[in-house]
């Protein structure tokens, strides 16, 4: 079997713990025997090592962190090379920044005497990236000169988009155009497009929601970069407008007292609720009228893609890759970052209209369930990693 050591921060909640999970164990049965090393969760995250299942694949690193912490990070480097010389993989494929940094620094330490024909290649992906909304200029500035250092001992870049493709080559000149590929995200969407009638009546129930209730949800990490400010600020709009609508947001994280505080300000928090960290998402699509994302920036939005094969219409801010999910507005409607009123107009819009809702709906599950399957992520994987061997 071709050996794959597979390499990613952490497995918290959201599309790289996904992908990273799925590819470690779908790929056996086409030829690839995967480790999977992974870090430790940050404070409020929530984990995913419940979607584990195939037993001795994977092993957890604690000093992989998310943060910048030298002597965690030294150790998390010697223990990634002792895999290295343990394991030796066929190829080193690594997930999000601090995993793509220390994997790739170790695995050229490691090429430099594993010898010609035992040379590990090197592919890393970008599920996005954080060049745009994360840190200050100076930060910004320093993981832009890490990243182009790293594009030098890397085989093939993955960018999940288009959009993000163009814009780590474009606008960031990282790495070469030869080198990058674009694989979108892929998903056992089975659960979400199964989704019916009788299924939405249940997911209301389970949730204490009334039937003729206007739901608009929300699903993701409580942090700065999701500005939950913003799904607020529209909340507080559209209630305004429409007496009958209600508020779910799925997620937690340092932001939640905060964002509490802001829907009591409001006037809205009878009116919003905060459900935590659930692994039933599928009850939330179910029980929703339209997905509102207001983040500020994204690589590919998973919750958007989810709540679209749910038959869920989707509202968003047009920001990253989610012109790649929403690419017409026969799928889902866009408005501009920081733009309430136009948020909230399109919210309003679709909860007013049964009709157009469900024609939505209905085309954004047959958009998102042909471009975002398992099936087809594991294919283009495969193809991949065989070219890039042989």
Sequence with gaps: MTRVLRIITRLNIGGPSIQAIALSERMRSRGFDTRLLHGSLGAGEGDMQYLLTAPGIARQLRSLRRDIAPLHDAVALAQVLDTLRDFRPNIVHTHMAKAGAIGRVATAIYNRTAGRDARARVVHTYHGHVLEGYFSPAKTRAFLSVER??????DRLIAISPRIRKELLDDYR???????HVVPLGFD????????????????AALGIPAEAAVVSTAGRLTAIKRYDLFLDTARLVA????????????????RAALEAQARANGIADRVSFLGWRRDLDTLYAASDVFLLTSR????????????AAAVPGVSTDVGGVRDVIDSDRVGLLAPFGDARALA?????????????RRMGEAGRQAVASRY??????????RLYRELLH
């Excluded at 920036?297 to 679209?308: H, Q, R």
Aim: no cysteine; proline share 2%.
């Design 149 to 154: 250092t790293l594009a030098r001992v890397t």
């Design 174 to 180: 990282i790495g070469r155009p030869e080198q990058y």
């Design 189 to 204: 969407l089975d659960r979400l497009t199964s989704i019916g009638d009788a299924d939405r009546r249940a997911a209301r």
């Design 240 to 255: 305004d407008r429409h007496s009958e609508a209600l508020f779910l947001v799925a997620g937690d994280g340092e932001l």
């Design 297 to 308: 920036n994204e690589g590919t939005p998973v919750a958007l893609i989810e709540s679209l």
């Design 345 to 357: 107009d399109h919210v309003q819009a679709l909860l007013a209209d049964r009709e157009h809702r």
């Design 373 to 382: 399957g398992l099936d087809r992520l594991i294919g283009d994987v495969e």
